[in-house]
């Protein structure tokens, strides 16, 4: 299971931190994501990050400004989003993938998802 935290209400120029913690053994042998959603749209990739933490991939919109890293000893993976804009309003996900191929960009790839946490970025 996965359980994403750290969401909330920002004004645009804020920086924002989400959580992610999965349960269960095994946490450095899933590659780990974060995507978002907005209502009609399809979710969209935010970045992964690769098994040892040493690797990481970023969707074009937001490259630059978020940066995503894991604690295999706490069974966590975060997301510091900065100079966050109106458009990274969206549900954020976080998801896990027992695939052994390198980066996954596609919701598909993966195998597990949290339930979602709010971002809300205002002027």
């Known amino acids: 299971q996965l359980a994403e935290s750290g969401g909330g209400s920002v004004q645009a120029g804020a920086s924002l931190e989400l959580s992610c913690e999965r349960s269960g053994r095994s946490f450095n042998n899933f590659v780990m994501g974060w995507f978002r959603q907005i209502p009609g749209k399809e979710r969209e990739f935010v970045a992964c990050i690769n098994w040892s933490g040493d690797s990481t991939y970023y969707g074009d919109s937001v490259r630059g400004r978020v940066r995503i890293s894991r604690d295999n000893a706490r069974n966590m993976v975060y997301l510091k989003m900065n100079r966050l804009k109106n458009e990274d309003t969206a549900t954020y996900y976080c998801?896990?993938?027992?695939?052994?191929?390198?980066?996954?960009?596609?919701?598909?790839?993966?195998?597990?998802w949290g339930q979602g946490t709010q971002v809300a970025v205002s002027s």
């Open positions: 998801a896990a993938s027992k695939s052994e191929y390198w980066p996954l960009m596609y919701a598909h790839e993966y195998d597990y």
